[in-house]
């Protein structure tokens, strides 16, 4: 069993209007984060992981996201799966909590348009 307490979160600004709190589990396999959304991330273009596939689920708020040119709506409760290689971007005001497996990391991340 591992635990991860609020206090020993990563707190990263990935944007003006994107936010995540990272729980460090220091395992390969998953990760997770809560992410608070206060417009588009990103701000152009779309985001893809190359290896992860990204869980969301909206604690709350309202908003979208755009994946392979798909729009879906977002609202409280709502859970969508993004599969490694699509495309997407986020807007709304939203709280998410986003577990990616196997684990994110950086390198595996990039912006296109």
Known sequence: ???IHKNQTERFENSDV???TEYPMGDKDIN???IELGGRYPDKGRVVNLE???LIYVIEGL???EIEGE???LAKDDLVLIEPGE???LEGN???FVPCAPAWHLEQYKEVE
């Open 18 to 20: 994107c936010i995540a």
């Open 87 to 89: 495309k997407f971007f």
């Open 32 to 34: 997770g984060a809560v």
């Open 71 to 73: 729009e879906i709506k």
């Open 52 to 54: 992860c596939k990204e």
């Open 94 to 96: 939203l709280k998410l």
């Open 1 to 3: 069993m591992k635990i």
């Open 63 to 65: 908003g979208r996201a």
